[in-house]
């Protein structure tokens, strides 16, 4: 089982990245799929998430209006279309699937480190000035 996240790299303040995340010997099928970070120094935060059956989403105050996540249920993959990038986006960034019940949902205490496993290494996103 894993998941392997892609698509960082470096940005210009302003400019956009899109993230992947796919998962090998995971099916990502009727659970919820979240995007966390970690900055030098800080704790991993929820960035967004996304409820695969219903596609619902949701996104912290940090990045709402900015951020995209989205799924492609045929190839079990979720993306984090990120706009408008600025240097406190700079982190490593991380999906992972909820484990713990509700399994499905986004709704609840959706950003707890604890509910998710299967974490990846982490794609790094640096955003200059």
């Known amino acids: 089982v894993q998941v392997v996240e892609s698509g960082g790299g470096l940005a210009q303040a302003g400019e956009s990245r899109k993230l992947s995340c796919i998962g090998s010997?995971?099916?990502?099928?009727?659970?919820?799929m979240a995007w966390f970070r970690q900055a030098p120094g800080k704790e991993r935060e929820g960035v967004a998430c996304?409820?695969?059956?219903?596609?619902?989403?949701l996104y912290s105050d940090t990045v709402k209006g900015r951020f995209t996540i989205s799924r492609d249920t045929a190839n079990n993959t979720v993306y984090l279309q990120m706009n408008n990038l600025q240097p406190e986006d700079t982190a490593t960034y991380y999906c992972a699937p909820r484990i713990h019940f509700p399994q499905g949902s986004c709704t609840t205490a959706w950003g707890m480190l604890a509910l998710y496993s299967y974490w990846g290494q982490g794609t790094q996103v640096t955003v200059s000035s």
């Open positions: 010997g995971l099916s990502f099928d009727g659970v919820a």
């Open positions: 996304i409820a695969w059956a219903e596609a619902t989403t």
